[in-house]
C-alpha cells in the first residue's frame, strides 16, 4: 500500500496563511504581569539555592515560567479577577469580527479553564460555540455540530484536539496561547488544513507584547527542544532536559 507524504498532500490543498499577531496588554495587566515577573524570580532564586538536583531544578523553572504565560493569557488563570485581559479581549473581538462574517474558526488553547473563560464570553455575545476537552464525552457529537454549521466557533484543548479529527469546515486557526512544540502546533492547524478542505486557511498566533511568550518565540528558532521542554507536564520530573537550566534562566533578562 502506498501513501502520500504530508508534502504532497499538501500540494493539493488551498493555501494556508500563517499570521503572528502582537497583542500590547494593558497598562495595568502589564504591571500585573511585572509584579509576578518580579517575585517569582526571587522566590525560584531561593528554591534553586534549596537543590542541587539539576531535574527538580528544570521542574522549578518551568513551573514559574508557567505561571508568567498565564498572567499573559489571562489573570482570572491565577486567581485575579479584577484585571482584563488584552488577549482575551483581541479573541473575542476577532472571534465576533469572524462569525459575523460567516466564518468558522477553531480556537486552540492548553488551558482548560482559558477555553471556559471564552466560552463565557461567547455565551453573553450569543455567539454559538462547541466545546472539547480531555472531560468531554460526546467527542464525535461536537464534532458532527461543528461540521455541519451549527456553531462558528470550536474551543479546544491541546490535548484533546492534537490529533483524530477532521475540521475542514473551519477556515481560520487561533493558537490563543503558543505551543513551543512547533510540530505539536502544526497537527493541531491541520486539523481545518487536510483532505477535504476547499478554502484557504488562515493560522493566527497570538502573542503578548514585550513579555515571556515574545522570548520563547525569539528562542524557538535556535533551540528546537524548546518548545518540548515549556509544556512538559509536571509528572516528568524524573525526565532527562536538553535544554539547559542557563536558557530557562535566560527568559527573565531584559533585553
Given at each position: 500500500?502506498?501513501?502520500?507524504?504530508?508534502?504532497?498532500?499538501?500540494?493539493?490543498?488551498?493555501p494556508k496563511?500563517?499570521?503572528?499577531r502582537?497583542?500590547?496588554?494593558?497598562?495595568?495587566?502589564y504591571?500585573?504581569?511585572?509584579?509576578?515577573?518580579?517575585?517569582?524570580?526571587?522566590?525560584?532564586?531561593?528554591?534553586?539555592n534549596?537543590t542541587?538536583?539539576?531535574g527538580?531544578?528544570?521542574?522549578?523553572?518551568?513551573?514559574a515560567l508557567?505561571?508568567?504565560r498565564?498572567?499573559?493569557?489571562?489573570?482570572k488563570?491565577?486567581?485575579?479577577?479584577?484585571?482584563?485581559?488584552?488577549?482575551?479581549d483581541a479573541?473575542?473581538e476577532?472571534?465576533?469580527?469572524?462569525s459575523?462574517?460567516g466564518?468558522?474558526?477553531?480556537?486552540f488553547?492548553q488551558?482548560?479553564r482559558?477555553?471556559?473563560?471564552?466560552?463565557?464570553?461567547?455565551?453573553?455575545?450569543g455567539?454559538?460555540?462547541?466545546?472539547?476537552?480531555?472531560?468531554?464525552?460526546?467527542?464525535e457529537?461536537?464534532?458532527?455540530?461543528f461540521?455541519a454549521?451549527?456553531?462558528?466557533?470550536?474551543?479546544?484543548?491541546?490535548?484533546a484536539?492534537?490529533?483524530?479529527l477532521?475540521?475542514t469546515?473551519a477556515?481560520?486557526?487561533?493558537h490563543?496561547?503558543?505551543?513551543?512544540?512547533a510540530?505539536a502546533?502544526?497537527q493541531?492547524s491541520?486539523?481545518?488544513?487536510?483532505?477535504?478542505?476547499?478554502?484557504?486557511?488562515?493560522v493566527?498566533?497570538l502573542?503578548?507584547e514585550?513579555?515571556?511568550e515574545?522570548?520563547?518565540?525569539?528562542?524557538?528558532s535556535?533551540?528546537?527542544l524548546?518548545g518540548?521542554?515549556?509544556?512538559?507536564?509536571?509528572?516528568?520530573?524524573?525526565?532527562?532536559?536538553?535544554?539547559k537550566?542557563?536558557?530557562?534562566l535566560?527568559?527573565w533578562?531584559?533585553g
Amino acid at each position: 500500500m502506498m501513501r502520500r507524504t504530508k508534502s504532497q498532500v499538501a500540494q493539493d490543498l488551498p493555501p494556508k496563511t500563517e499570521i503572528e499577531r502582537i497583542i500590547p496588554l494593558s497598562s495595568e495587566q502589564y504591571t500585573f504581569y511585572q509584579h509576578l515577573q518580579q517575585n517569582s524570580w526571587e522566590a525560584l532564586q531561593a528554591e534553586l539555592n534549596g537543590t542541587e538536583h539539576q531535574g527538580e531544578q528544570h521542574m522549578l523553572v518551568l513551573a514559574a515560567l508557567l505561571r508568567l504565560r498565564q498572567a499573559c493569557c489571562d489573570p482570572k488563570l491565577l486567581g485575579e479577577h479584577t484585571i482584563p485581559s488584552a488577549k482575551t479581549d483581541a479573541c473575542i473581538e476577532m472571534l465576533q469580527s469572524l462569525s459575523g462574517e460567516g466564518r468558522y474558526t477553531l480556537v486552540f488553547s492548553q488551558f482548560t479553564r482559558m477555553l471556559d473563560i471564552l466560552a463565557e464570553q461567547l455565551t453573553v455575545l450569543g455567539i454559538e460555540y462547541r466545546l472539547l476537552t480531555g472531560k468531554s464525552t460526546q467527542r464525535e457529537k461536537l464534532v458532527e455540530d461543528f461540521q455541519a454549521g451549527l456553531a462558528p466557533v470550536f474551543l479546544i484543548s491541546l490535548k484533546a484536539g492534537g490529533v483524530g479529527l477532521n475540521l475542514t469546515k473551519a477556515d481560520t486557526v487561533i493558537h490563543f496561547d503558543p505551543w513551543w512544540n512547533a510540530a505539536a502546533r502544526d497537527q493541531a492547524s491541520d486539523r481545518a488544513h487536510r483532505i477535504g478542505q476547499t478554502q484557504p486557511v488562515f493560522v493566527y498566533n497570538l502573542i503578548t507584547e514585550n513579555t515571556i511568550e515574545e522570548k520563547i518565540s525569539q528562542l524557538q528558532s535556535a533551540k528546537d527542544l524548546l518548545g518540548q521542554q515549556i509544556n512538559q507536564s509536571a509528572q516528568d520530573t524524573g525526565a532527562r532536559f536538553a535544554l539547559k537550566l542557563e536558557d530557562l534562566l535566560s527568559l527573565w533578562q531584559e533585553g
